[in-house]
Nanobody
Framework: QPHVVESGGGSVQAGGSLRLSCTVS????????IGWFRQGPGKEREGVSCISVDDVTTEHADSVKGRFIVSKDNAKKMVYLQMNSLKPGDTGIYYC????????????????????WGKGTQVTVSS
């Protein structure tokens, strides 16, 4: 059974940085596109960043463009979300999710249709 586990969350002041990690098991990053999602207090879950199977495509929500970077290491089965210049509005639970693609340059910022989800890691940004 595939598993997805997030780590690296914490509390940081505005302007700071955090790096989240997503460890996958039971599936290959060469066949699954990965998305990062978040859910802030009282808000719906939203897509933040994603990366395609072939590493060619990354997508970012407008609210994080220029501040967040997504990358992965297929051999280590790890996906990373580097978050810079953090703002209080970035506060929330961050989730990693995988969607089968087989191959190709697509990734997804919509939470619907993802196959496997982690349980999330809390990120709190104080002003």
């Amino acid at each position: 059974q595939p598993h997805v586990v997030e780590s690296g969350g914490g509390s940081v002041q505005a302007g700071g940085s955090l790096r989240l990690s997503c460890t996958v098991s039971g599936l290959s990053l060469q066949h699954y596109a990965i998305g990062w999602f978040r859910q802030g207090p009282g808000k719906e879950r939203e897509g933040v960043s994603c990366i395609s199977v072939d590493d060619v495509t990354t997508e970012h929500a407008d609210s994080v463009k220029g501040r967040f970077i997504v990358s992965k290491d297929n051999a280590k089965k790890m996906v990373y979300l580097q978050m810079n210049s953090l703002k209080p509005g970035d506060t929330g639970i961050y989730y990693c999710a995988a969607r089968f693609q087989g191959g190709g340059g697509y990734c997804f910022l919509e939470p619907y249709g993802m196959d496997y989800w982690g349980k999330g890691t809390q990120v709190t940004v104080s002003s």
